[in-house]
C-alpha cells in the first residue's frame, strides 16, 4: 500500500508543482498583462468611488435576517455586522484584504440572491450557528474567537466592509449566485457537473495555485470492516463480498475539472458527491487504492468546488489582484454593483 500511496503522490506532485512553478514564470505575467488591458478601467474606478462615497451609519437601517440554529430564533443584524460576521467565518483572518472584500461581496450577493429568489429564511443558506462559526457570528463572538488578535482583525474586517458595503456580483442585471469553498483540486467545477444545473458564470476555470495550500491533499486509511460498515449504513442494496473487498470498486468517472461524477461500487452506480459525504471526504477528487486488506483514499481539495476557491482568492490577493480580478476571475462574465 505505501509503494501505491508513494507513487501516486510522486505523480501528484509532478502534476501539481510544474504548473504552479509555470505560473509563476509565464502565465503570471501574462494574466497581469491581459487583465491590464482586457478589464474595462470603470471596475476599479467604480469601487474607489464606491468606497469614498460609502457611509455605513446611514446604512444601519438596512437589515439582514439570518434563522440561529442555537436558538431555534429569527437574528437581525444591519448590514455591517453581517458583512463582517459572514466573511469572518468563512475566510482565515490572516488573509489578505483584497481576498476578504472579495469573500464579503461573494457573501452579500449569495445573501441577496437567495432573498430575491424566494428562499426560506429558515433554510441552510440562510442560518448560521455561531457556537461553531458556522456561516455567521456576532461580535461578542468574534472577541471569543479572535482573542488577543481581535482589534487588528475587527479593524481590518470594518475596512473591507467599509470598501464594499453596497456593492453586490449581478449577471444580466440581476443577483449573481455565488458559491464558496475553502480549496479547489487545481481547478473549479461548474455547477452543471456538481449540481445538475448549468449556470452560465459557475463554470470551470483554473485554479493552479491551490496546490500549494496544506488542504490540498489528504490521504484516509480504511480497515476493510470500516469501509464495509459505512457501505451499510448509508447505503441500502449493497451485496459486498467480503472474501473479496479488492472487487469491490470498479470504474470512476471523472469531470473535466477532476471531480469524480460517478464510481461503481458492487454493482451499482453512486455519484461522487454520495461517496464523498457516506467517508465524510474533503472533496469529491478522490483515487481508491487497496493493499493488504486496507483502504486508501487520496483527495485534492476541500469542499465542492464550485464558484469561489478562497484560497486562490488569496494567492491572487498575494500576487498584486484587485477583489474585482479575483471575483472576475471565479464568477467570469459577472460584474459589480451597487445593490
Request: proline share 3%; aromatic share 16%; hydrophobic share 35%.
Amino acid at each position: 500500500m505505501k509503494k501505491f500511496i508513494g507513487i501516486f503522490i510522486f505523480l501528484f506532485c509532478i502534476n501539481a508543482f510544474v504548473p504552479v512553478v509555470y505560473y509563476h514564470i509565464y502565465y503570471s505575467d501574462a494574466l497581469r498583462q491581459f487583465t491590464e488591458s482586457e478589464m474595462p478601467e470603470s471596475t476599479d474606478d467604480f469601487l474607489q468611488e464606491n468606497s469614498e462615497s460609502n457611509n455605513l451609519t446611514a446604512e444601519t437601517d438596512t437589515k439582514y435576517n439570518l434563522y440561529n440554529l442555537a436558538t431555534q430564533e429569527m437574528c437581525t443584524m444591519d448590514r455591517t455586522a453581517f458583512l463582517i460576521g459572514s466573511a469572518a467565518c468563512e475566510m482565515p483572518a490572516s488573509y489578505s484584504e483584497e481576498a476578504i472584500k472579495a469573500q464579503m461581496i461573494a457573501c452579500h450577493s449569495y445573501y441577496i440572491y437567495c432573498t430575491e429568489n424566494g428562499v426560506p429564511s429558515e433554510d441552510m443558506n440562510l442560518s448560521f450557528d455561531e457556537r461553531y462559526m458556522k456561516k455567521y457570528a456576532s461580535k461578542q463572538r468574534l472577541q471569543e474567537y479572535w482573542g488577543m488578535s481581535f482589534n487588528e482583525y475587527y479593524e481590518k474586517f470594518l475596512r473591507c466592509a467599509d470598501d464594499v458595503s453596497d456593492i453586490i456580483l449581478k449577471y444580466n442585471g440581476k443577483p449573481a449566485l455565488t458559491p464558496y469553498y475553502a480549496v479547489s483540486c487545481g481547478k473549479t467545477q461548474s455547477s452543471e457537473a456538481e449540481w445538475g444545473t448549468y449556470v452560465p458564470y459557475l463554470d470551470c476555470v483554473d485554479s493552479k495555485e491551490d496546490a500549494l495550500s496544506d488542504d490540498y491533499l489528504k490521504v484516509t486509511t480504511y480497515s476493510v470492516q470500516d469501509m464495509y460498515d459505512r457501505f451499510m449504513t448509508y447505503f441500502t442494496g449493497f451485496e459486498l463480498n467480503r472474501e473479496h473487498p479488492e472487487e469491490w470498486f470498479g470504474d470512476t468517472v471523472y469531470n473535466q475539472s477532476g471531480y469524480v461524477t460517478t464510481i461503481d461500487v458492487a454493482d451499482i452506480k453512486i455519484t461522487g458527491r454520495e461517496f464523498r459525504n457516506c467517508f465524510e471526504l474533503p472533496s469529491a477528487c478522490f483515487m481508491i487504492f487497496y493493499e493488504n486488506e486496507e483502504f486508501s483514499i487520496a483527495t485534492k481539495g476541500y469542499g465542492h468546488g464550485v464558484g469561489l476557491s478562497q484560497f486562490g482568492a488569496n494567492t491572487m490577493a498575494e500576487n498584486g489582484k484587485s477583489c474585482s480580478e479575483i471575483l472576475q476571475h471565479y464568477f467570469p462574465g459577472t460584474v459589480m454593483d451597487k445593490i
